[in-house]
DNA sequence: GTCTATATTTCGATAGAC
DNA sequence: GTCTATCGAAATATAGAC
């Protein structure tokens, strides 16, 4: 029997200050990148003392590490749904769709993976050379499917994949940018369905689907 | 009458040096970012004493400013074939073909830049909102032009530049992703035609101008 | 599990001889 | 203009009381 009054587990303490560095990690190193972080600031964004940063995270690269893993398996997620997809109107387009969302939603760990790569992927290259590599071969062979089917130009499916991320993440990695240039406003409910509609239509004409 | 044996003049010895820091600041701040960057690393690249270094930029920020608006200017220059094409087959083919190149062979400075404006472009925001705005409020009006002359589509001019600067960046920025998944070797010269061709076939197809 | 105080390292920057 | 030695600040990480 559980005792009536205690308030939290153990492990959901655990579970809660974890999320909540975590959180204030990825929001740090995306504005400051990995060398410019400091652990007080992670601190302080969290509302911790910093020595508590170091029980749960021995290290500052253990703390980086689990950012950009999140990041990664929301990111793979974002596929499913082009797996479905009888052809690339659908499958494409769906696949836009998700990237977009997790741009605006999601614009930190964006830039953290972005960051992370450009600098040549010191925590996670053995991600990429098996699960990115893998996910990227699967959706080029579904590509190429579609070629053979008739139902889409005859484009590489490499440069295509590098297009849809490139187009996509762009949204979020240089929205500082495109803010300045939207008159220092971010893009509202209407400019972000006007971008994702102007993404969709270049694209899927741009492969001769549409 | 100058000195028969008198190697260097004062201001050449100073031009060559800032040049060299120059080329290896570049490259430190693109590996490590602003905040990974150490001057004594750059000062190693560049083969001189740290204290040079500050002999001839005074902070680390100065340098740094100084690397970022280099890139900026090799950006800028990129448009100019656009201004001159009759069309966007011409133009915007032509701006890719130098946005591609870029990508190539100044991938250091493409990703310092990345960061910069990942990171809210706290050193650089005059220029974003002074002379990226007028030239991209410039490009946007050209290509509006040629939708009215029917031309090409009717696509949205803003995002197009996105999509153009997107694609063509990320080839930069992503270089050591896009490697990896080469099995691990850089793009050869082949491999980057194919990538040029592909991004120029898929977006003027795009904007339905071929 | 929390938090203050501190050890240890490293960085940006400078002084001062040459 | 060059370079060694070093200062002072700030960072990561830890020790140890609670």
Redesign the pocket.
Known sequence: MTEPARPLR??E??QQ?ETLILQAAEKVFAEAGFGG?????IADVAG?????????F????D?YRQVVQNIFEIWLHAADSMDQADGPVEGIGAYIDAKMEISRRHPDGSKVWASEVMHGAPVIQDYLETTLREWTSGRAALIQRWIDEGKMAAVNPEHLLYMLWATTQHYADFGHQIETLNGGKPLNDKQWRAAKDSVKTMILRGIGAI
């Open positions: 153990r492990n303490i655990r200050n972080a400091t652990m007080q600031l911790l003392p910093k020595a508590n940063l170091h029980y749960y021995a290290t500052k690269e703390l």
